[in-house]
Structure formats: C-alpha cells, structure tokens
C-alpha cells in the first residue's frame, strides 16, 4: 500500500511539473488538420509531451509524445475514420503494425514492372500512415488559377510521389483536370521544397528487391484553393 501511495504522489508531482514548464500550442496542418501540443515555456520552439493531431477537430489521426523537440517511443497513426493504420516505435525505429490497404482508398501504388500471381510485391510506405503522413505533400500545392466564380468541384486532383528504390522521394507532380472547363495540366514542383524527413520513405519491393514505385493521392480542391483528401 506505502508502494502504491508513493508512486501516486510521484504521478501527481510528475503532472504538476509538466504543467508548470511547458504550455499548450496548436497549430493548422492543413484545412482539415489542426495539432495540439505542448512546448518548453523557456523556450517554445521545442516540442516536450504530448502530441495529437485532429481531423475537424474531433478525430485523432495522430497521437505520441515528444522529448526534447524529437519524437519518442510509439506513435499511432489513424485513418480518416479514426481506425488505426500505423505504429511506429521512433526508439527502435520499426513499424510495428500496419493496416492492410484496400482498392477503395484513395491511396494508390505501382511499380514500373508486370506482377504476376507467383510475384512478392510489398508497397512503398509512409511513416505518418495512410493519412497524416502525406498531409505535406497534399498541402504543398496552390491552384494556379484564381477560382472566384470556378466551380471546383467539377476538377479532380491526383498528386504522384515517384519513390526511388533508395527510399528517397525523386519526383513529385500534381495532376489537375476538369472536362467541364477543358481542363487538363501537370505541374512539377522541386523535391527539395519538402523538409528532409518528408523525402524519405520505405521504398516499395519486388520479390524482395527495392523497386521504383508510385504513390497516387488522390484530392479535392479546399476552400483555400489548397488540396485536401477526400
């Protein structure tokens, strides 16, 4: 019982000095995406706690911990629908569970080669999961048109990430077509404008061997005239 006691008090002190030296921030992702979490009130451009980030502001797709401005321990990531679709141990760095994926999401994968039935194929992954994971790379991107008057719901937008079998991202295109307006353009935009981690990736495999790969998002246009998923 003396063990109990004093290890609630050591929760209870642990809490209190957290709150005391840190302070709660939040920050917009994306138009759909909004994180909380804490920083250092010495110095506030160090993450120290906890971490979630919330589709409309009611559904986790992420939650961790962070100490000293690096993510720490296990992570999980969460679908749109809140279901879970990756975890990820940053003290070990290994996925530890991911979720299988299914032709209706609007994730797609290829590789520049036939698969056949006898063919082991593994896809390229994103640690951040099938969602938060490629917010920056679904944000990046500005219509480059004005859209007063334009009905953008009648445009489909598709981003293309070209994955090197080195696990680094070599190529990124937005393509943005409308058969109402006649519509129909590929930008490319510089890999480097993303921060190093955001060009790196678990490069996809053919009969155990890394392969160049395809990840295709597929996006609407947001109010902002920015990309979101669907």
Known sequence: MKTIFLFIISLLYFDSSFAQDTVEQKNRLSESVIERFFVLKANKKTKQGPY??????????????????????TWNFYKQDGSLCETYNYDTNEITFEAPVYTTDDLGYQIDDTVKKTDRVTRPLKIGGCYYGFIPYVNLFKLPFDSYGVNTDSFNAYVELLISPLGRLADYKVHLLSALYDYNRTFSLDVHLFAEPDQKFIPATFNGKPVLSRIIIRCIIAGNDSLDFY
């Open 52 to 73: 979630r980030a919330l589709l409309k502001r009611r559904t986790i797709v992420a939650a961790g911990y962070y100490r000293k401005d690096k993510k720490t321990g």
